[in-house]
């Protein structure tokens, strides 16, 4: 079954629209190279014509940066022009419905192109001269999940908050403070440890390697010498240190220094939770949580990539 083709414009007289956030967005990569990493999603070979990847790849972007469901994401699709124009539809054209949208996440699940997509984008920030590594940090935030029912979360416990039942988002971020992009990702359940998890998202040459506490240990450290970087872990506090003046003095000095570089990762995980709707998963299971952490910080990059 052929694909829908999008975006052919009728012939009309008018002001042309003005240009909108979603259009410095539009223009600021290379969006082939996310097309290319959806080719693997087909069309079924009865039914009408499929929807195109990208397009509805997009519209998922939208969903986060405007905190949508989908019925929501539907409806604003057909009533918002800027909304049609990033994800190609032209003024005349039908847009997906909400099933669609449920079709098009079950593919990227079934097929696992939530971490190609991510790759994609952030390459193409790399090229374009955007992320500018000075440093890394990674720390790790726990959401809820949709459900207690959920059989692949985890419990997280932290000795001064409640329990939560969910998954951890690990991520590795820029340190500089101009761009703080998000570099890479991970996602356990939530009984995983930090400084385990963690390794998965050091990536080669992080330079300095900015963690809390929960990262301490020779198996992190190890990690992170071995990819080309240098660990600068929270300390903790020793016995012997309360009777040693000058000792208690290096060693707040030393967490204090990291602490001031470390908790620009905060604004990432304030960002995904206040603005783009992480406060909870919306879907049960690993896989569709990854999906969704993904395509958080795919937006989140785009977003801190434009301004």
């Known amino acids: 079954m052929p694909r829908r083709r999008v975006g052919q414009e009728m012939l009309g007289f008018g002001a042309a629209a003005p240009a909108t956030t979603l259009d410095g967005l539009h223009d600021l990569i290379d969006w082939s190279a996310a097309e290319r990493a959806l080719a693997p999603v087909h069309a079924a070979a009865k039914g009408e014509a499929a929807w195109p990847p990208l397009s509805l790849f997009k519209a998922l972007l939208i969903a986060v940066w405007h905190d949508l469901s989908d019925v929501k994401l539907a409806e604003a699709l057909d009533d918002r022009a800027s909304f049609r124009r990033f994800c190609g ?3 005349h054209e039908a847009v997906p419905e909400r099933t669609a949208f449920v079709r098009f996440r079950r593919e990227l699940v079934r097929l696992g192109l939530d971490r190609a997509l991510f790759e994609a984008v952030t390459r193409q920030l790399d090229a374009k001269g955007v992320a500018v590594r000075t440093g890394t940090l990674i720390d790790a935030t726990v959401i809820a999940s949709a459900t207690r029912e959920d059989g692949e979360a985890g419990w997280s416990g932290h000795q001064r908050r409640k329990a939560v039942h969910g998954y951890k988002a690990h991520v590795a971020a820029d340190a500089d403070t101009d761009t703080a992009l998000v570099v890479g990702v991970a996602v356990t359940p939530g009984n995983a440890h930090d400084g385990v998890a963690g390794v998965a998202v050091v990536a080669d040459a992080p330079g300095r390697v900015y963690a809390d506490s929960a990262y301490r240990g020779p198996r992190f450290a190890e990690a992170v010498a071995t990819r080309g970087g240098t660990a600068h872990v929270v300390a903790t506090r020793f016995w012997s240190l309360p009777g040693d ?31 783009y709707g992480l406060r909870r998963m919306r879907w049960k299971g690993l896989a569709r949580s990854a999906l969704q952490v993904r395509l958080t910080a795919i937006a989140y990059n785009l977003r801190r990539g434009l301004t």
């Open 245 to 275: 003046a000058e000792a208690e003095r290096r060693f707040l000095a030393r967490n204090a220094a990291i602490h001031g570089v470390r908790c620009r990762v905060e604004k990432v995980f304030g960002t995904w939770k206040r603005s």
């Open 89 to 91: 539809f032209a003024r």
